[in-house]
């Protein structure tokens, strides 16, 4: 089978145009570095079956970084390379090209962001830009799907030129002769996009749009999140499930293993025995609810949200922003970015950290994101089981959450050896963003939500009911018990929601909230929950990303922290 | 002659050109990259606070931000 590359710098959207050729959607986003894995689809070209491999964004082929290297090896046995341009930055997405160019494979070169050198008065003479390579050239706009009809259809004209080795100034010089014969500049006056874009990184006028920004964010997740399962999704549970449920309980025995597993303990309402969607726990019961009427809202609302941003180009404004700040932590400004991901799910937040350059950094990020930022789905739950007695509580461990970040971040870049590297981060400019493509990532992040969510939580539910039928329960809560109730001062029942967070946090918290516990006893257990270990998902990763010896680092550091900052907890609240 | 003097002195909105870049291969070749090289032309979009925090430059159609000790080693001199 054919094997083609994309290849291309950094966010000049290699992966839209990927999704366009492969209709295998991936996530696509404005700022450089979202796609750190390899991606393949596969094309059929006449009656060909092609293999298309999206190649992490580069800027040249001397291998300087992870990505550069990866893009070599798989040079060596690809048949042709699609090599996207950026129309808006051709000087140097042409440095690239002439690299390209020098190895002995044919290419077809995409010139994308059509639309937006046009917007921008930037003229390219596409005919003679052809002919100065000697290589096919389609303008597209992959975003729209411009072009890509006459990218498929041009392919089988790539074509290898005879081109002399260069050294890096003979390069440049090559790109600069080549650019000054087909570019030419419109003059026209900066766009309001422009003008706040620059407004944004500077810091008199930055800091103060970044925190109208996040709280703006922060309010609209909360008022759509709840809006959903205020009007949507309780009232579809109440009124459409309750009754089927109420049916299955009446001819189940109540007492009996197939009413403990589905339905689970019936709870005590004013003298009467009634499902209760958070305090059964049974798989029908409180297994969906938690996944549906709880979590999901919010992660839809959040994943909306992020993707807007995202798409703007937002991100890597706020990343120049903290840059100080996360120097202090031993990172820089671009690890906003995976912090920011791993609020929605720690698992893309840890692999987002390849963008970092150092092991260091990575072990530190990785670590951050899995002890204190916590996940769309426990912040859910915690919403929902702390929030009804007061926001003050939910705020509280919010608050301590922040702490041990900044805390847990200023020892590690203390302890461990080495510093913290400088930034260089190329900031592309606002884009409005496409709606199809919006809504095209969410569906996608939703997708994988139920893939990892339903099963987990329901594995997590089945679990506790096993234990709880076979009376396993006390048992297995008296082994850790003194830790528990003498160091964080929580009933013994506890421990086991802890345990359970390995599973999934979300289910964890669910358990919690049906133990009756005091505002400060949740507020406690939550925040053990959310830093104690990771969930068995961010562990797979953290394995796969730290390796063996940083996972245990990560994980002993996690586990030495929560016992820390419970006991604390338990004695100053 | 134009006096050379690092990025970092350089005033928020004017436009510089580079001399050199002081250093290793590795920054030269980062930079390149972005296309801040000898003989490009850089405008200073917003400068670090107070002493603290990443420069933005633009060079052509890119924007790019750079940690203080990075601006350090750019030398640019007024055209």
């Known amino acids: 089978m054919k094997r083609i590359l994309l290849m291309g710098n950094p966010n000049v959207g290699k992966s839209v145009v990927f999704s366009r050729l492969t209709g295998v959607r991936v996530i696509s986003s404005n700022y450089p570095g979202t796609t750190v894995e390899l991606m393949q689809g596969h094309m059929i070209l006449g009656d060909e079956d092609i293999l298309l491999i999206d190649v992490p964004g580069a800027y040249s082929l001397d291998a300087t970084c992870k990505a ?96 002399p080795h260069r050294s890096h100034e003979e390069r440049w010089a090559e790109v600069g002769r080549i650019v000054e014969k087909v570019q030419s500049f419109e003059h026209r006056h900066h766009t309001l996009l422009e003008v706040i874009g620059d407004a944004s990184v500077t810091p008199a006028t930055g800091l103060p749009i970044a925190a109208v920004v996040l709280l703006v964010t922060f309010v609209l997740i909360r008022w759509f999140g709840e809006g959903l399962i205020g009007y949507v999704f309780e009232p579809l549970f109440d009124t459409l499930w309750m009754p089927v449920l109420t049916q299955i309980s009446g001819r189940l025995d109540p007492e009996g293993f197939a009413h403990t597993l589905l339905i689970g303990q019936l709870i005590d309402v004013d003298g009467e025995r009634v499902i209760d969607f958070v305090q059964s726990f049974g798989l029908l019961s409180t297994g969906l609810f938690v996944v549906l009427g709880m979590v999901f809202p919010y992660v839809l609302a959040f994943y909306l949200v992020l993707g807007v941003l995202e798409d703007f180009g937002y991100l890597p404004r706020l990343a120049v922003l903290l840059d100080t700040l996360m120097h202090r932590l031993g990172l820089h400004g671009w690890a906003v970015i995976p912090m920011l991901l791993g609020i929605g799910c720690n698992v893309p937040g840890i692999l987002a950290t390849r ?35 007061g926001v003050r509580y939910v705020g509280l461990v919010y608050l301590t959450l922040f702490v041990v970040w900044i805390v847990i971040g200023r020892l590690l870049n203390g302890m461990l050896k080495g510093g913290s ?153 | 002659m134009a006096r050379q003097v690092p990025l970092t002195e350089v005033a928020v909105g004017q436009t510089v050109s580079v001399v050199e870049i002081l250093g290793g291969h590795g920054i030269h070749h980062r930079l390149s990259a972005l296309g801040i090289r000898p003989g490009a032309m850089l405008t200073k979009v917003s400068g670090s606070f107070g002493g603290f925090g990443p420069t933005v430059v633009r060079c052509g159609e890119t924007q790019t931000a750079l940690g203080a000790g990075v601006c350090r080693r750019v030398v640019v001199e007024a055209p």
């Open chain 1, 68 to 163: 550069e290297e990866i893009a070599i090896t798989l040079l060596r046995d690809a048949d042709a390379v699609i090599n996207v341009l950026d129309a808006t930055n051709l000087e140097r997405s042409l440095n690239l090209t002439l690299g390209l160019l020098e190895k002995d494979v044919p290419i077809v070169a995409a010139l994308n962001i059509w639309d937006d050198a046009r917007h921008k008065g930037i003229h390219i003479d596409v005919a003679e830009l052809e002919q100065q390579l000697a290589v096919p050239v389609v303008p597209t706009t992959a975003v729209t799907g411009e072009g890509i009809k006459e990218l498929v259809s041009r392919l089988p004209e790539a074509a290898s030129p005879e081109t």
């Open chain 1, 355 to 389: 963008v970092l350059d150092s092991p260091r950094e990575r072990l530190i990020a990785a670590t951050l994101i899995s002890i204190a930022v916590p996940c769309a789905a426990l912040q859910a739950m915690m919403w929902g089981v702390l929030g009804p007695f």
């Open chain 1, 421 to 573: 590297p400088e930034l260089i981060l190329e900031i592309p400019p606002y884009r409005l963003p496409s709606w199809r493509a919006v809504a095209q990532k969410l569906l996608l992040r939703i997708r994988q939500f139920f893939r990892e969510a339903l099963p987990f939580v329901l594995l997590g539910v089945l679990v506790v009911d096993v234990l709880n039928y076979v009376h396993a329960f006390d048992s297995v809560a008296n082994l850790a018990a003194p830790v528990v109730t003498r160091l964080f001062g929580l009933p013994k029942e506890a421990v086991l929601a802890i345990v359970l967070g390995f599973l999934r946090k979300d289910v964890a918290v669910g358990m919690l909230g049906a133990l009756d516990l005091t505002p400060k006893q949740l507020v406690i257990s939550v925040t053990v929950l959310a830093m104690s270990f990771p969930c068995i998902a961010t562990f797979v990763v953290l394995a796969k990303e730290l390796g063996v010896k940083g996972l245990l680092k990560s994980v002993s550091i996690m586990v030495a922290t929560s016992l820390v900052v419970g006991a604390i907890l338990n004695v100053i609240l």
